[in-house]
T-cell receptor, first 116, second 117 residues
């Protein structure tokens, strides 16, 4: 597709359930980022994938959060045993190889996660 | 650790007027990038403008320009001839060089801009 695609657009689930969020980056973009945006706040970095390198997981808030990426394509963010504090919009972004940091990140429309 | 601060939670501007959104940041690095993103209610983050820290010249993109003061660690966004479509949440973001933490973005809290007709 032309842009970063995320699914589902909205997800409502009960506390304690596991959820899986999907991100399909722009074709050819080797870098992929996940961010979390709580209501009325800025984006918080969660995790970063670059090619076949080990991911940078420094932003994951707890061990209930994990993410995978298959090669340079789709990524899934999994939240286990969801809590109400996990309610937020989860945004994915991708970019070309970020040499020098000049490559802009292109964002998807996000998944709005609501925990009841 | 780097931080980004936007001290104006809300701003309002009359259509066709000019408005300036403030942003300050804290870093010990000398080489980095700064961005302004726009987020309308659709949630999509749209890149408005970017600035390389090593460039002294302020970036401009049509009606959008920045005032980059490296010594003061200030990066304000000026929107000229404001249009109704400019109404959105605006985020200032700092990006580390790619060889340090993969170039992740650090965002401010955002400024909600409303445009009055």
């Amino acid at each position: 597709g032309a842009g970063v695609s995320q699914s589902p657009s909205n997800k409502v689930t009960e506390k304690g359930k596991d959820v899986e969020l999907r991100c399909d980056p722009i074709s050819g973009h080797t870098a992929l980022y996940w961010y979390r945006q709580r209501l009325g706040q800025g984006l918080e970095f969660l995790i970063y994938f670059q090619g076949n390198s080990a991911p940078d997981k420094s932003g994951l808030p707890s061990d209930r959060f994990s993410a995978e990426r298959t090669g340079e394509s789709v990524s899934t963010l999994t939240i286990q045993r969801t809590q109400q504090e996990d309610s937020a919009v989860y945004l994915c972004a991708s970019s070309l190889v970020p040499r020098g940091g000049n490559q802009p990140q292109h964002f998807g429309d996000g998944t709005r996660l609501s925990i009841l | 650790a780097q931080t980004v601060t936007q001290s104006q939670p809300e701003m309002s501007v009359q259509e066709a007027e000019t408005v300036t959104l403030s942003c300050t940041y804290d870093t010990s690095e000398s080489d980095y990038y700064l961005f302004w993103y726009k987020q309308p209610p659709s949630r999509q983050m749209i890149l408005v403008i970017r600035q390389e820290a090593y460039k002294q010249q302020n970036a401009t993109e049509n009606r959008f320009s920045v005032n980059f003061q490296k010594a003061a660690k200030s990066f304000s966004l000026k929107i000229s001839d404001s249009q109704l479509g400019d109404a959105a949440m605006y985020f200032c973001a700092y990006r580390t060089p790619s060889n340090n933490q993969g170039g992740k973005l650090i965002f401010g809290q955002g400024t909600e801009l409303s445009v009055k007709p």
